[in-house]
């Protein structure tokens, strides 16, 4: 089921407001996708046809929203456990951020990089027995011609009481990057946030039907 924008885009942006303060002491830029389609195998997940709907501090801007481009990535091979029940992926792959020219952003690529450390693919079983999965990495990169760092989270749609096999949506994810290097801590909050975001957007959606 895809999630109303009404409730997703509003999640985001509280979410992206958040982050700075929590994930890095310096000034920093923060990008949040919404949808798109995530697929993978032993050999890496990939992210294609998420959409950018928010931007935070690019060049010293502003808050701007709207369809304001696209993200993708890959990631390296998986190194431990499963698809269906959460792993570890290794880094490497590829993140592109690009704009198309929309809300005063460049016409091209925002942030071009590449997964650093490990990618965590997390589980999650909810009381009602379904499932959501968080992907959870460290990015580092170029923005603007500056060398960047940068954490990701993205979260899946509920997936039911079935488990991930080899492709689902996203409902959303947040990228902060910055010329600082995020605390390793931060990933756990992170992580953190983002299930209690994606238990919340559900219960709203439950309630609206």
């Known amino acids: 089921m895809r999630l109303s924008s009404k409730i997703l885009v509003p999640a985001l942006l509280l979410s992206c407001l958040a982050l700075p303060s929590l994930s890095f002491a310096n000034s920093n830029t923060d ?8 697929s993978g195998t032993s050999a890496g997940l990939s992210l294609t046809g998420s959409t950018l709907i928010a931007v935070i501090g690019f060049n010293g801007g502003g808050l701007t929203t709207g369809n304001l481009g696209t993200v993708e990535f890959t990631t390296g091979a998986l190194s431990s456990g499963t698809l269906a029940m959460g792993g570890t992926f290794d880094s490497g792959g590829t993140f592109t951020i690009t704009g198309n020219g929309s809300g005063g952003l460049p016409n091209g690529v925002l942030f071009s990089g590449t997964f650093s450390g490990s990618v965590t693919w997390t589980l999650a079983t909810l009381a009602n027995g379904t499932h959501n999965y968080t992907l959870t990495g460290v990015v ?10 940068g954490v990701t989270v993205q ?12 492709s689902t949506s996203i409902s959303g994810g947040d990228t902060s990057v910055s010329t600082s290097v995020p605390e390793p801590s931060t990933l756990g909050l992170m992580g953190t946030g983002a299930f209690a975001l994606a238990g919340c957007i559900r219960r709203k959606l439950l309630v609206a039907r």
């Open 155 to 166: 979260l899946t749609i509920n997936t039911g009481k079935g488990f991930f096999d080899g």
């Open 140 to 149: 580092t990169g170029t923005m603007s011609g500056v060398s960047v760092n």
């Open 31 to 38: 990008f949040s996708n919404s949808g798109g389609t995530l």
